[in-house]
């Protein structure tokens, strides 16, 4: 049902850089802002990213977005143990009658 | 500090109804829209409804359009979503979130489990 497609995972080892991509269309990534969310084992969705690429307060500067076109990435980088989580990108889109769509989810792993 | 806590959840037999309420505190309620979302076991995020501050417009996701219905008390700092006709494909965790530059904040969630 999510038609924003993310790779099932991604790995790296403490230190290295990760990046996530985020697959969409002109109805959604493609006219929209991006937003990326981080969920920790057990626990609710916190948002990581806003518009794009903004961080809210709080947020380390390693997290950090961007979109080209249709499509988006979040990168990693200093990966650290607690950055093990599940990561989701966001848009809204503007097809039919209008609704958010997430992408498919990417399982983070540290080495 | 802002605190959105779910409450309603539990267990239900297919065509059954539940409500579900989100007790908002910490923030101007009436000023943010507000958005349901829901996580199956071990699957990935669904976005489900989303209203505006004042109630006057709502969107569903395809999947809930015509069974679920949402809607805000303001005065009670207190979002709902009425869900009729259930199913076990709604079987989830149900989070409610504020929306200001994205889901900003996230409740705790409540999970609802469909089945016979």
């Known amino acids: 049902q999510s038609v924003l497609t993310q790779p099932p995972s991604a790995s790296g080892t403490p230190g290295q850089r990760v990046t996530i991509s985020c697959s969409g269309s002109s109805s959604n990534i493609g006219s929209n802002y991006v937003y990326w969310y981080q969920q920790l084992p057990g626990t609710a969705p916190k948002l990581l990213i806003y518009?794009?690429?903004q961080r809210p307060s709080g947020v380390p500067d390693r997290f950090s977005g961007s979109k080209s076109g249709t499509s988006a990435s979040l990168a990693i980088s200093g990966l650290r143990s607690e950055d093990e989580a599940d990561y989701y990108c966001?848009?809204?889109?503007?097809?039919?009658?209008?609704?958010?769509?997430f992408g498919t989810g990417t399982k983070v792993t540290v080495l | 500090e802002v605190q959105l806590v779910e409450s309603g959840g539990g267990l239900v037999q297919p065509g059954g109804s539940l409500r579900l309420s989100c007790a908002a505190s910490g923030f101007t309620f009436s000023s943010y829209e507000m958005n349901w979302v829901r996580q199956a076991p071990g699957k990935g995020l669904e976005w489900v409804s989303y209203?505006?501050?004042?109630?006057?417009?709502?969107y569903y996701a395809d999947s809930v359009k015509g069974r679920f219905t949402i809607s805000r008390d303001n005065a009670k700092n207190s979002l709902y979503l009425q869900m009729n006709s259930l199913r076990a494909e709604d079987t989830a965790v149900y989070y409610c979130a504020r929306l200001w530059e994205g889901l900003d904040y996230w409740g705790q969630g409540t999970l609802v489990t469909v089945s016979s």
């Open positions: 518009r794009n690429n």
């Open positions: 209203i505006s501050s004042s109630g006057s417009t709502i």
């Open positions: 966001a848009a809204w889109d503007d097809s039919l009658s209008g609704r958010e769509v």
